[in-house]
């Protein structure tokens, strides 16, 4: 024979988070409670029931039982900005020279404003971590670099053809 549900203790408490429940796990954790107590269900049918492993079903049991008495609190929902190099207010901050300059030709020049966020910080930084950071701060026109940094003018116009033109006849 099976053990009896525990939890009776927890039950009023369950049926009012299903009811007030935000998120799915949340649910799961109060069914986990009361479908067992109020209908007789086994653990593998609450699993079932839930689309969890029955002991997916006691975890979630325990966890709303130590949720609700006060000796866990609640998961955090992730999300957020964890390795932020600057502040939102630090970003537009630094941004504020370059966006002031390109407003009068409307686009912004990534190579350089990467090289001064990196003397900034001290450290390199990704070219992706600069286009996330302009669009954070709502800038989308964007253009290439004018030209490369180690491009030389002078070899280019001798490497160009100086051949005179041909009249077709």
């Not at 209908?39 to 130590?66: D, I, K, N, Y």
């Not at 390795?83 to 390109?102: G, N, S």
């Not at 009068?104 to 990196?118: D, F, K, N």
Request: glycine content about 6%.
């Amino acid at each position: 024979m099976a053990r009896p549900a525990s939890g009776r203790a927890v039950l009023a408490q369950a049926k009012e988070a299903i009811a007030e429940a935000e998120s799915v796990e949340e649910l799961r954790m109060a069914q986990a409670v009361v479908l067992p107590l109020e209908l007789g269900l086994t653990l593998s049918q609450t699993a079932a029931v839930l689309g969890v492993s029955p002991g997916w079903v006691c975890r979630l049991r325990c966890r709303f039982e130590r949720i609700t008495q006060g000796k866990e609190a609640p998961r955090q929902k992730k999300g957020g900005r964890r390795r932020e190099l600057l502040t939102p207010e630090q970003e537009a901050a630094f941004l504020a020279p370059y966006v002031k300059e390109a407003k009068a030709g409307g686009v912004l020049v990534v190579p350089p404003i990467r090289t001064a966020l990196e003397s900034h910080l001290g450290r390199p930084v990704a070219l992706s971590t600069v286009y996330r950071m302009l669009h954070r701060q709502g800038w989308r026109k964007l253009a290439p670099d004018q030209r490369h940094p180690k491009a030389d003018p002078a070899a280019q116009e001798a490497w160009k053809k100086n051949s005179p033109r041909r009249s077709l006849p």
